[in-house]
C-alpha cells in the first residue's frame, strides 16, 4: 500500500509539536501497514457467514495493542460478537482515567455495489486510503494506538499520563444489541472520568469541530384493528369505525400547525440551546441548498424558530416511518380493512427520559384511537440522549488538542443521530468527548468508503496532545 507524505505546517511551532509530529512521521509507513492489516478482514457483524472474521478482529486488535504497549488486553465476549479491552494505567494514580469508545465491525460491502476496488483491499488514490471500515471505524480506532506512542516520545514517558483505557465493540453496525449489558457487566473495569468517542466527524477538512452531543431515540409500531375481517364497504362503510382512517388521524395530530410535536408532556424536561450555541452553530459554513441536496429533498421543513441545523442538532422529533393499511394492490377494492399500522420515531434530546416519552405516547395514542378500534404498541429498546456543556473542563482539553494538530481554531457540532455513547455516560456517570476526523464526504456505509489520510494523521497528534492536557488542566471533574 502506497503512503502520500504528511504535510507539516507551515506556521511556528513548539518542541513539543515538533517531536510529536516528527514522531509520527518516522512511524506513519508502519502505522498505515497495520490499518491495512486490519482493514482486510471483512468484519461485517450483520452478516451471520462474517462471524468468524469478526472474532478474528477482535484477536487481531488485541494483540497489536499489546505490541502498542498496552499491558492489558483482552478479548471479551457478549452474547453476540466480541468486543475488546485495553487499558494501560499511568504512572501517578491520581492521574484522571479515560476510557476512549470505538467499534471494530464493519457494514456489509462488495465490488458489484458499486466500489471502484475490492472494498477489503486496501488501497490509496490521492492521498486518500478506501476500504471498508476506513472512516467508520477501524480508521479512527486506530489513530489512538500511534497518538499514545507519540505522545509517550515526546514527553519521556514510560506511561501516559492519564489511566488510559480502549473498549471497542464488535456489533456497533448491528445496532449493538449486547452493548450496554456488556458495559454493565464490566462496569467496575470500564469506570473512567471521561469518555472519548471516535466514532464520528467533522464538518469539513478546512472547519476542524468537536461534536458536543448525540439525540437519543426511541421508537414504536402501533397496530390498529377494527372487523374481524375486511368487510365490505357499501354495505358496512360509515356505519363502522376504519383502522386505517384511525391511523391516519393519529399520524395527522403528531404535530401542530409550527411543526411542534403535539404530545402533552414531550418537552418536558428538554435542555434548550444557549445563545451561545446558537451563535455557534450560526458560525458554521452552512449550505442549505447543498444540504437539501445530500438530503435528496426540495425544501426544509420543521419547528418554527429554529434552524434548519438547531432541527437536527438540538430539537426533538417525531417521525412517521411508515403507515399502511387495507388493500394495496392493483385497482381497487371496496372493504373496511380490519387493521393497519403505524411505525413512529422520536429523535430525543438532552433533559427528556426515553421512560417518559413512552408514557406520555402511549397516553396520547389512547385518546386517538375512536371507540370500536383496538390499538396495540410496541416500544424497541430507547438509546438516550447525551450532551456536554462548553464549558466542561475534559471538553476543552479535547478542543486545545485538536486546535494544537489543526492549527485552526475548532468549532462546535452536534449529531442528529442516535449511539451507544449514552449508555456509557448513563452506566459509568462519565461525560461523553467526541473526537474525530472523518468529514461527510468519506462515504460512512456508502462504496468506495475512505478516509483522508492528512486528517488521519491529524486524528494521530490529536490523540498525542490530548492525555498529557487532560492530566495538567483536569482531574476527576464533576
Known amino acids: 500500500m502506497r503512503a502520500d507524505r504528511l504535510k507539516t505546517m507551515s506556521q511556528p511551532v513548539d518542541s513539543d509539536v515538533s517531536a510529536v509530529r516528527t514522531y509520527i512521521e518516522q512511524h506513519r509507513a508502519g502505522f498505515l501497514d497495520d490499518l491495512a492489516e486490519w ?26 495493542l499489546k505490541e502498542t504497549g498496552f499491558p492489558t488486553a483482552e478479548v471479551w465476549e457478549t452474547q453476540g460478537a466480541p468486543a475488546v479491552f485495553a487499558e494501560w494505567p499511568a504512572d501517578d494514580p491520581a492521574a484522571p482515567t479515560v476510557l476512549v469508545y470505538g467499534h471494530h465491525d464493519v457494514q456489509p460491502a462488495a465490488r458489484e455495489d458499486g466500489w471502484d476496488s475490492d472494498p477489503f483491499e486496501p488501497v490509496v488514490r490521492e492521498g486518500r486510503l478506501h476500504a471498508r471500515g476506513a472512516a467508520d471505524d477501524k480508521g479512527q480506532v486506530w489513530f489512538h494506538t500511534l497518538g499514545v506512542r507519540a505522545h509517550l516520545a515526546a514527553t519521556g514517558r514510560t506511561a501516559p499520563a492519564v489511566h488510559l483505557k480502549l473498549l471497542v465493540e464488535g456489533e456497533e453496525e448491528s445496532g449493538s444489541p449486547h452493548f450496554r449489558a456488556l458495559v454493565e457487566e464490566h462496569a467496575s473495569r470500564l469506570a473512567a472520568d471521561a469518555v472519548i468517542v471516535s466514532d464520528t466527524g467533522m464538518w469539513g477538512e478546512d472547519t476542524p469541530t468537536v461534536c458536543t452531543g448525540m439525540r437519543g431515540l426511541a421508537e414504536c409500531e402501533i397496530q390498529f384493528h377494527g372487523p374481524d375481517q375486511d368487510i365490505h364497504s357499501g354495505s358496512f362503510g360509515g356505519a363502522v369505525p376504519n383502522p386505517a382512517t384511525a391511523a391516519a388521524r393519529l399520524v395527522a395530530a403528531l404535530h401542530d400547525d409550527h411543526a ?17 450555541e446558537r451563535e455557534l452553530f450560526a458560525e458554521l459554513p452552512f449550505d442549505e441548498t447543498q444540504w437539501l441536496r445530500t438530503a435528496k429533498s426540495h425544501a426544509t421543513h420543521g419547528e418554527s424558530g429554529h434552524t434548519t441545523l438547531e432541527r437536527v442538532w438540538a430539537r426533538p422529533t417525531a ?18 380493512p380490519s387493521s393497519a399500522m403505524a411505525k413512529l420515531s422520536f429523535r430525543l434530546v438532552a433533559g427528556q427520559d426515553p421512560g417518559h416519552i413512552e408514557k406520555v405516547v402511549r397516553a396520547w395514542a389512547a385518546e386517538q384511537v375512536p371507540a370500536g378500534i383496538r390499538h396495540e404498541i410496541t416500544f424497541a429498546a430507547a438509546t438516550r440522549p447525551c450532551l456536554t456543556p462548553l464549558d466542561h473542563p475534559a471538553l476543552q482539553s479535547v478542543v486545545r488538542a485538536m486546535g494544537r494538530a489543526f492549527g ?9 443521530g442516535s449511539g451507544p455513547a449514552a449508555d456509557l455516560q448513563e452506566v459509568l456517570g462519565a461525560p461523553v468527548l467526541f473526537l474525530g476526523i472523518s468529514v461527510p464526504s468519506d462515504g460512512w456505509h456508502a462504496p468506495n468508503e475512505k478516509v483522508e489520510l492528512d486528517l488521519l494523521l491529524k486524528g494521530v497528534e490529536t490523540a498525542a496532545y490530548l492525555w498529557g492536557d487532560l492530566a495538567e488542566h483536569w482531574s476527576h471533574a464533576p
Open 408 to 416: 485552526k481554531p475548532v468549532r462546535f457540532t452536534r449529531e442528529g
Open 39 to 64: 482493514l482486510r478482514i471483512p468484519s461485517v457483524s450483520a452478516q451471520p457467514d462474517h462471524a468468524p472474521d469478526v472474532r478474528r478482529s477482535a484477536d487481531w486488535l488485541a494483540a497489536k
Open 319 to 336: 417521525e412517521v416511518n411508515g403507515i399502511g393499511g387495507g388493500y394495496q394492490g392493483p385497482g381497487s377494492k371496496t372493504i373496511v
Open 260 to 276: 411542534r410535536v403535539a404530545i402533552p408532556g414531550f418537552y418536558d424536561g428538554i435542555v434548550e440551546l444557549t445563545d451561545r
